[in-house]
């Protein structure tokens, strides 16, 4: 079973940056992805990045230019790194993976089998 844990959640001002880690306790299979998704209250689960195993990452278009996914040539850690953040992007925000996703599938919630518990980023105005 994989585990994931965040890290590096908190309070920013508009126009500020956060940082956020994701930790996976094994990778499992050689085409492992990783995506990050967030949930605002009242909100469906939105897809904001993910990687498969081209490294090659995809971006939801509420984030596009303003957020970048990495992660570390072991493919078990990722970053999301955050700027020019907005009021809006206020969210708990998850970490996930899963041993193979199709590309279409890839923004899909469901497409994912391990989550960590979120971690909360409040963006003040």
């Known amino acids: 079973q994989v585990q994931l844990v965040e890290s590096g959640g908190g309070l920013a001002e508009t126009g500020g940056s956060l940082r956020l880690s994701c930790a996976a306790s094994e990778r499992p299979s050689s085409a492992y992805v990783m995506g990050w998704f967030r949930q605002a209250p009242g909100k469906e689960r939105e897809f904001i990045a993910a990687?498969?195993?081209?490294?090659?990452?995809y971006y939801g278009d509420s984030v596009k230019g303003r957020f970048a996914m990495s992660r570390d040539k072991a493919k078990i850690t990722s970053i999301l790194q955050m700027d020019s953040l907005k009021p809006e992007d206020t969210a708990v925000y998850y970490c996930?993976?899963?041993?193979?996703?199709?590309?279409?599938?890839?923004?899909?919630?469901?497409?994912?089998?391990?989550w960590g518990q979120g971690t909360q980023v409040t963006i003040s105005s």
């Open positions: 996930a993976a899963a041993a193979y996703v199709i590309l279409s599938q890839i923004r899909r919630p469901e497409s994912y089998n391990f």
């Open positions: 990687m498969r195993s081209d490294n090659r990452p």
